[in-house]
């Protein structure tokens, strides 16, 4: 089992920035892939980005790279995704999310991420 809880949503300007955390707990954290996915009012959850269980390798849907950086702490049990530039259509909830398959084998694939978080809402101002 792991628990996530996600914080650092709020509101702000297109352009703006934020810092969204993920704290994990139960079990080892550097034995599960993470993710962070959104889902944005009347849209289904999509993918934005995901990390190796050592952090070395990550991945970022086509929307967000250039603009979002995921990263983890496997010492403090924590993950984060800042985001830079942001725009109106960032605005969502934000989850993040943790499997125990590889990178490789789940990148986006959002069914094969066990745990989620209750999320936290992004909200971005034109």
């Known amino acids: 089992q792991v628990q996530l809880v996600e914080s650092g949503g709020g509101l702000v300007q297109a352009g703006g920035s934020l810092r969204l955390s993920c704290a994990a707990s139960g079990r080892t954290f550097s034995s599960v892939t993470t993710a962070w996915f959104r889902q944005g009012p009347a849209k289904e959850r999509e993918f934005v980005a995901a990390?190796?269980?050592?952090?070395?390798?990550?991945y970022y849907a086509d929307s967000v790279k250039g603009r979002f950086t995921m990263s983890r702490d496997n010492a403090k049990n924590t993950m984060w995704l800042q985001l830079n530039n942001l725009k109106p259509e960032d605005t969502a909830v934000y989850y993040c999310?943790?499997?125990?398959?590889?990178?490789?084998?789940?990148?986006?694939?959002?069914?094969?991420?066990?745990?989620w978080g209750q999320g936290t809402q992004v909200t971005v101002s034109s």
């Open positions: 990390i190796s269980r050592s952090g070395e390798i990550t």
């Open positions: 999310a943790a499997g125990l398959r590889r990178i490789g084998d789940v990148m986006g694939i959002k069914n094969s991420y066990l745990y």
